[in-house]
């Protein structure tokens, strides 16, 4: 392929030729395109048929029992059905919440809206190497909290929070309940929803090779959580997400999450294999010079890279490796404000070099003349930009 | 950021990068790193008489976002041969609709006008020194 290397797997990933042949058997006259809710008849059997057999094929992937699964249109949905549902639910028993500065939008944003209707937020700092420590949520509880929400991986550095810990630390604080969104994990590292020990767990399907606009939320059955529903209707999902589901969305995330989680050989074989494309992807673009690494290499999935470069405007970045590079910048540059990324401020980096960082995210088809492609175009851009500026 | 064709050809080209020296060579900066934003400008003068010296050549660096090394890029290509004035060959008004600067980025092409003027003054004392 000539166009840009594509190097931005955590934003999306293509779906799998499998997975695109299984979502089209749901759609047309001769396919199950029935309403997985009509169980009168053998087109809506047939469809509700395929919902079940991907939620017991995403639950397997995640070690969980398919009854604990809730499809959603996707992470942001079910983070907000976890945090407003579980908000609203135990408002009685009270109103302050922990996480990080460091979570996704579509965690930061609903608690946000939280604040505004009365509840308090604690917002943890991170050590430098994007790492919450289990002691400081410790410090943070208060009697009356509810909920502590923490990403299992996190979207821009891809360091892995020890969720494990914080789970303990939440059950022997009076079972404060525990959301995770667990978005970026899955085909990334190994995850198990039972052996968290989480409450609720969010997981997206278009990160892990499956189609966009398809979600789930896993509620754990053995720890009794609840929720009240955000939206109401025909009562689907155990009535906590109601509307119709989208036979081939569900099917296609059942077809992925199998894929990438079935042959724990193979995923070990490209874990490995991705790790030493980062590693030469590294090695390559740090011998340009004053390049920072964010996040502890030793606590990252091997898919996020995440670099700062001295000496370098960070809008200007990402212009110069565009014709070559499809990556994501340490900036909202979609905008003119070119605010810096705010996990990366919340890490300690300067504005500066948060705005000059940019996210390498390696995927199922990246090969290693494409991160020697991706090498020579940063080495290239940083060379001339540093030269422009004046450095 | 989507860029217009011509940003995009001075962003990528920007000839006029870099730095002059001699005793006929002015240079003015403006604005700060710190800040995310810094241009500078080299101008030399031609040797001739005052008021009506032109300028023999022109560089300019920046630390900067593509618009604003595109304009000073500009700048610095379009002055050479023209008289030795203070100002921008078009207002910044214009030239932000020539670039498609968006309307938040103006302060940016304010710090290239600043520095360009600096550098006209610096290079007007040199030459009358």
């Known amino acids: 392929m000539n166009g840009p290397v594509y190097l931005d797997y955590a934003a999306t990933t293509p779906v799998d030729a499998a997975v695109a042949a299984t979502m089209a058997q749901c759609l047309t006259i001769d396919g199950a395109f029935g309403n997985p809710g009509s169980n009168g008849h053998d087109h809506g059997a047939r469809a509700h048929a395929l919902v ?41 028993q009270g109103r302050h919440i922990v996480t990080s500065r460091t979570e996704h939008k579509a965690v930061l944003d609903p608690y946000r809206e939280l ?10 700092v991170p050590e430098r190497s994007g790492v919450v420590e289990p002691a400081q949520v410790l410090r943070a509880l208060e009697p009356d909290t509810v909920l502590v929400s923490l990403m299992h991986v996190n979207n821009e550095i891809g360091v892995i929070q020890d969720i494990e810990a914080v789970a303990k630390i939440c059950a022997r604080h009076g079972g404060v309940r525990l959301h995770v969104d667990a978005a ?59 509307g119709t589901l989208a036979t081939h969305q569900v099917a296609g995330m059942g077809a992925a999450f199998a894929l990438v989680t079935a042959d724990s050989a193979r995923f070990e074989a490209e874990r490995q294999r ?51 590079l499809a990556v994501s910048t340490g900036s909202a540059c979609g905008s003119a404000s070119n605010e810096a990324s705010y996990v990366l401020r919340a890490l300690g980096r300067d ?19 494409e991160i020697d492609r991706a090498i020579d175009a940063v080495t290239a851009a940083v060379r001339r930009l540093r030269a422009i500026g004046g450095a | 950021m989507n860029y217009s064709d011509l940003t995009r050809r001075y962003f990528e080209t920007a000839r006029a990068a870099g730095v002059l020296s001699g005793n006929r060579v002015g240079r003015g900066a403006a604005g700060s790193r710190r800040g995310g934003t810094w241009v500078q400008f080299d101008i030399e003068l031609e040797p001739a008489p005052y008021p009506e010296r032109r300028i023999a050549a022109a560089r300019f660096l920046a630390f900067a976002c593509p618009h604003t090394i595109a304009v000073a890029a500009w700048v610095a290509e379009r002055a050479v041969g023209e008289v030795c004035a203070a100002g921008l060959p078009e207002s910044v008004h214009a030239i932000s609709r020539r670039f498609e600067v968006p309307a938040e980025k103006l302060g940016r092409l304010l710090i ?11 290079a007007k004392l040199r030459v009358t020194m």
């Not at chain 1, 940019?358 to 088809?365: P, Q």
Request: proline share 3%; glycine share 10%; with cysteine.
């Open chain 1, 52 to 92: 079940e057999a991907a939620r017991a094929q995403v639950a397997a992937a995640v070690g969980a029992v398919p009854a604990e699964l809730i499809f959603t249109s996707g992470a942001t949905e079910a983070n907000n059905l976890a945090i407003f549902g579980v908000a609203n639910y135990y408002r009685a």
């Open chain 1, 115 to 124: 604040e505004r209707r009365g509840w308090r937020v604690s917002y943890l």
């Open chain 1, 184 to 242: 970026q994990s899955v085909g990334k590292c190994r995850v198990d929803f039972a052996a968290l020990g989480a409450d609720l767990m969010s997981v997206s399907a278009h990160k892990a090779y499956g189609p966009k606009g398809v979600g789930a939320l896993l509620v754990s059955a053995r720890r009794g959580v609840q929720l009240e529903p955000l939206q109401f209707g025909g009562g689907q999902e155990r009535g906590l997400r109601s």
């Open chain 1, 274 to 324: 991705i790790a030493a494309l980062q590693n030469r992807l590294f090695r390559g673009i740090e011998a340009v010079g004053e390049v920072l690494r964010n996040g502890d290499p030793a606590r990252c999935v091997p898919q996020l890279l995440n670099l700062s470069f001295e000496g370098v405007e960070g809008e200007s970045l990402l212009a110069a490796v565009r014709p070559h």
């Open chain 1, 351 to 369: 504005e500066r070099l948060a705005e000059s960082s940019l996210r390498f995210s390696l995927g199922r088809y990246t090969t290693e003349a």
């Open chain 2, 112 to 122: 290239v006008e600043d520095a360009w003027a600096a550098a006209v003054a610096a």
